[in-house]
């Protein structure tokens, strides 16, 4: 069994940081692509951040320049961190990684979300 568990959100005021963690655990072959995804309140969930296994990021507009994604290989773990937080930025963060179990083939993993608010 993969799980994905997210951890690090909180509320902030405008112009503050938070780190966001996504630890992948179980039975793990490999891990290609992780990202980080958001969900607003009566919003579609939309891309934050992606990172291949080796390789350059993406980054939606709204975050480039205060968002940095990154990933520790070694501990199946990735990160957002999250600078110059605006009212905007508040949403439900889900972590998603394309995972290659021990058993069986290539899947679209999700956690289950982390709220960031950010408001004074």
């Known amino acids: 069994q993969v799980q994905l568990v997210e951890s690090g959100g909180g509320l902030v005021q405008p112009g503050g940081s938070l780190r966001l963690s996504c630890a992948a655990s179980?039975?793990?072959?490999?891990?290609?692509?992780m990202g980080w995804y958001r969900q607003a309140p009566g919003k579609q969930r939309e891309l934050v951040a992606t990172?291949?296994?080796?390789?350059?990021?993406n980054y939606a507009d709204s975050v480039k320049g205060r968002f940095t994604i990154s990933r520790d290989n070694a501990k199946n773990t990735a990160y957002l961190q999250m600078n110059s937080l605006k009212p905007e930025d508040t949403a439900v963060y889900y972590c998603?990684?394309?995972?290659?179990?021990?058993?069986?083939?290539?899947?679209?993993?999700w956690g289950q979300g982390t709220q960031v608010t950010v408001s004074s």
């Open positions: 179980g039975s793990i072959s490999r891990i290609n692509a």
């Open positions: 998603n990684a394309l995972i290659v179990p021990r058993i069986g083939p290539l899947k679209d993993y």
């Open positions: 990172i291949p296994r080796y390789g350059s990021t």
